[in-house]
């Protein structure tokens, strides 16, 4: 069985790698951009799942500042465009596991018969090793809970990921350095047999030269699935800085064929990890890098590009880029949306709020928040905001195109008594009509202003 000692020597080269990474940081992201997808928090590990009209995006959390891999939650964010992402907070932590002390690494979620099933390793605070717990909800957005008590498998190694057949068998992956397998009992919370290591020979999985342990481009987080019949692996390679590869079977357990890059070394971060989906008849790849400003190896952010199979079923090459995905469809800004649904975020942070979900709060004067492609047709009348503050408020102007960008109302936030203290303020709207990118830009005096919960635009006044 491998150790952690194995994977000693990496992390003391990560260490002068991140350092190196550090140093190419790149300017801050322009206005414009829409990658990373996440700009409140940095996040790594991105698992999708698409269920019902949605896409759940389930990521690790990189703590700000860290200089390791200092992860101690797991974070879920959704959208249904692939451009305004809602924050829904954490519903998993590594508290979550009695069990567990340390260690919220790359894990991935899958739905069967109704239940959310998120798999993650984490370290067995008994053993001091590695283990994949496996944890239980009724909902993608959570609460989710331990299904154990224990860790579902433990050998020291990590980066689960799920993958259900359709004939219905359920099998689980996982694997730095080594590759494993289980077969899932259909109650997703145990298996038959024992792990099983999967050949990792260059005929499946590339070669690499130097590295007599890891004689394989194989490195870690796989991301397993099927498609048109063909099952793919898609992996992080040939640390550090890793690239993604990706290997073809005509089967869930091989034999693997090699197929060859995905996404080349780039972005500021040493390691990646790869999440795949289709999703509205377009398919989606995910990734992390080091894009947010003050990010690198160890403060990771989670990105996004749309792509195309070729038609045999292989994969183009696809690069970072900081545009993001094209936005599907637009945003109906005459329903409630939550304030911390967004494409960009500048300045403020996200808390759960008293009235469930999350809130968008820190705003201080000049931050502001992007909201992709509103689509306001004839026009807007008026406009409502769920606010609260526990200082004397502040204001909320409604700009189009940008955070310097026409001006179509403005709403004045009171002093509410608390931070969690809502009320609604209402204020006219002109000139917003057709669909436009709409920013609620903050202003008012020094320090924190006023939270916001949700928001919504009328056409009568
Ligand atoms: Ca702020
Ligand atoms: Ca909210």
Not at 126 to 146: W, Y
Not at 341 to 359: C, V
């Amino acid at each position: 069985m491998p150790t952690p000692l194995g994977l000693m020597p990496r992390r003391s080269l990560i260490w002068l790698l991140s350092l190196l990474c550090l140093a190419a940081v790149l300017a801050p992201t322009a206005a414009r951009a829409d990658n990373p997808v996440v700009q409140t928090i940095y996040t790594a590990d991105p698992a999708p799942l698409v269920h019902d009209g949605r896409v759940y995006l389930y990521t690790g959390h990189d703590e700000d500042g860290s200089t390791n891999f200092t992860m101690k939650d797991w974070r879920v964010f959704s959208s249904s465009d692939m451009a305004n992402w809602t924050d829904h907070g954490s519903p998993l932590s590594v508290e979550t596991f009695s069990w567990a002390s340390a260690n919220a690494w790359a894990g991935q979620v899958t739905e069967r018969n109704g239940k959310f099933y998120w798999y993650v390793p984490v370290t067995n605070a008994a053993t001091g090793r590695m283990a994949i717990g496996v944890a239980v909800a009724d909902s993608p957005l959570g609460p989710f809970q331990d299904a154990l008590g224990h860790p579902l498998v433990e050998n020291g190694e990590i980066d689960p990921t799920v993958f259900i057949d359709d004939n219905g068998q359920a099998y689980l992956y996982w694997g730095n350095p080594n590759l494993w397998y289980v077969t899932l009992n259909e109650d997703m919370t145990s298996y038959s047999g024992s792990p099983t290591r999967i050949p990792l020979t260059t005929e499946g999985f590339g070669s690499r030269t130097g590295n007599p342990d890891r004689p394989t481009l194989y490195e870690e987080g796989p991301w397993v699935y099927k498609r048109n019949g063909l099952y793919y692996m898609v992996f992080a390679a040939e640390c550090c800085s890793e690239f993604i590869a990706y290997s073809t079977a005509p089967g869930p357990t091989g034999p693997w064929t090699y197929r060859g890059t995905i996404m080349p070394r780039e972005g500021g971060s040493f390691t990646n990890h790869a999440g795949v989906v289709d999703y509205k008849g377009n398919s989606y790849f995910f990734y992390h890098n080091g894009a947010l400003p003050g990010g690198g190896g160890f403060t990771r952010s989670v990105a996004v590009e749309r792509f195309a199979y070729n038609a045999d079923g292989t994969f183009p090459t696809i690069t970072m880029s900081s545009a993001g995905a094209p936005q599907v469809g637009t945003l109906n800004p005459y329903v409630r949306q939550e304030a911390e649904t967004s494409a960009w975020a500048s300045g403020i942070e996200t808390q759960p709020s008293s009235e469930g979900g999350m809130n968008v709060g820190w705003i201080e004067n000049g931050d502001w928040i992007k909201v992709k492609g509103a689509a306001f047709r004839a026009g807007a009348a008026s406009f409502t905001a769920r606010v609260s503050s526990q200082t004397t408020g502040g204001r909320i102007e409604l700009r189009l195109d940008g955070a310097d960008g026409p001006q179509v109302g403005t709403c004045t936030v009171p002093g509410t008594g608390g931070w969690q203290t809502w009320v609604n303020v209402s204020c006219p709207v002109h000139g917003a009509a057709g669909t436009r990118n709409l920013y609620l830009k903050f202003a008012g005096g020094s320090g924190y202003l006023f939270n916001v919960n949700t928001w919504q635009f009328s056409t009568a006044p």
